[in-house]
């Protein structure tokens, strides 16, 4: 895949994989965590709001990486 490719197509599922992230972390929170207290509502959407980071950072490390010519 060429570089411009990868990165089209990393950008399309990094848009959709928030999205989605963020669709369930605030259903979850809203069902399970919202009859919990403040510090515990708190700490659930500050985990819930950093933990797409790695999935997403695992992402922008493929579509930057170097393309292989023997991919091409």
């Keep these: 895949m060429t570089s411009p490719a990868r ?3 990393g950008s399309l599922i990094l848009v959709v994989w928030v999205v989605v992230w963020i669709f369930f972390a605030t259903a979850i929170g809203d069902v399970v965590v919202a009859s919990k207290s403040g510090w515990v509502q708190f700490g659930y959407f500050v985990v819930a709001g950093l ?4 999935p997403a950072a695992v992402l922008v490390r493929w579509m930057y990486r170097p393309v292989d010519r023997r991919d091409e």
């Design 51 to 54: 933990a797409w980071v790695a």
């Design 7 to 9: 990165r089209f197509a």
